[in-house]
């Protein structure tokens, strides 16, 4: 088993949110590029 000491459990955190920021970014571009290629009207489909 591995201990790890306060700086790299500080390193590690920073990592992990560094991550999660990049991974959410992803998402928000992915999800403005959908909405620019098919248009606001893919929000409201009509029946």
């Known amino acids: 088993m591995v201990t790890l000491s306060a ?3 500080k ?3 920073s ?3 560094a991550i999660g920021i990049a991974l959410a970014l992803m ?10 290629k098919f248009g606001p009207g893919i929000l409201n489909p009509g029946m």
């Open 15 to 17: 990592r992990s949110v």
């Open 11 to 13: 390193a590690q955190r």
């Open 7 to 9: 700086a790299q459990k």
């Open 27 to 36: 998402v928000v571009i992915f999800y403005i590029a959908t909405i620019a």
